[in-house]
């Protein structure tokens, strides 16, 4: 059964796609049933072009990517969640959806990165920035799908993912 990961960010612009792409692209790579999405809870409509950049660079395909609301995973046809991710502070902050479609509750995280938008050096900082997100994005999702997710529990899953957060 496909282990569906929600990753939120306030405009999912830039951390929230990272975080989508690196881990669809690692579990393809691994043969693990993983599907990662991401959303937001004030969409901007748009990706950040230096997300996608570092993205493309890293040979990871992003066709089909968009900004989108949250609210597209809370209905009885979202797909069924087991983890959701928030990766910015103010959407951490905020008060989540209910969401639907799982058994039960998802387990809930916060691995905070600091915005790769607000880099300064022009576009130049903002490229390394972006990628050193990246990079620290994917080192957190090959831990992730190094866990034996089918038989942890939710409080074991709980657990790991925030030491995965402390590391």
């Given at each position: 059964?496909?282990?569906?990961?929600?990753?939120?960010?306030?405009?999912?612009?830039?951390?929230?796609?990272?975080?989508?792409?690196?881990?669809n692209h690692l579990a393809r790579q691994l043969?693990?049933?993983?599907?990662?999405?991401?959303?937001?809870?004030?969409?901007?409509?748009?990706?950040?072009?230096?997300?996608?950049?570092?993205?493309?660079?890293?040979?990871?395909?992003?066709?089909?990517?968009?900004?989108?609301?949250?609210?597209?995973?809370?209905?009885?046809?979202?797909?069924?969640?087991?983890?959701?991710?928030?990766?910015?502070?103010?959407?951490?902050?905020?008060?989540?959806?209910?969401?639907?479609?799982?058994?039960?509750?998802?387990?809930?995280?916060?691995?905070?990165?600091?915005?790769?938008?607000?880099?300064?050096?022009?576009?130049?900082?903002?490229?390394?920035?972006?990628?050193?997100?990246?990079?620290?994005?994917?080192?957190?999702?090959?831990?992730?799908?190094?866990?034996?997710?089918?038989?942890?529990?939710?409080?074991?899953?709980?657990?790991?993912?925030?030491?995965?957060?402390r590391s």
């Open positions: 059964m496909t282990v569906h990961v929600l990753i939120l960010c306030t405009h999912n612009s830039a951390r929230s796609v990272l975080s989508e792409g690196m881990l043969g693990q049933d993983v599907r990662a999405h991401s959303a937001g809870s004030a969409p901007s409509g748009r990706i950040n072009p230096f997300a996608l950049e570092a993205l493309h660079n890293a040979g990871v395909d992003t066709e089909g990517y968009r900004s989108k609301s949250w609210d597209e995973f809370t209905g009885a046809d979202a797909p069924p969640l087991s983890i959701v991710i928030t990766v910015c502070d103010s959407a951490a902050a905020e008060a989540c959806p209910v969401f639907f479609g799982g058994q039960g509750q998802p387990v809930k995280v916060h691995w905070g990165y600091p915005d790769p938008s607000n880099a300064d050096g022009g576009d130049e900082g903002k490229r390394r920035a972006f990628e050193l997100t990246r990079q620290a994005i994917g080192y957190r999702m090959l831990q992730l799908l190094a866990l034996p997710l089918s038989t942890l529990t939710p409080s074991q899953l709980h657990a790991e993912l925030e030491r995965i957060g």
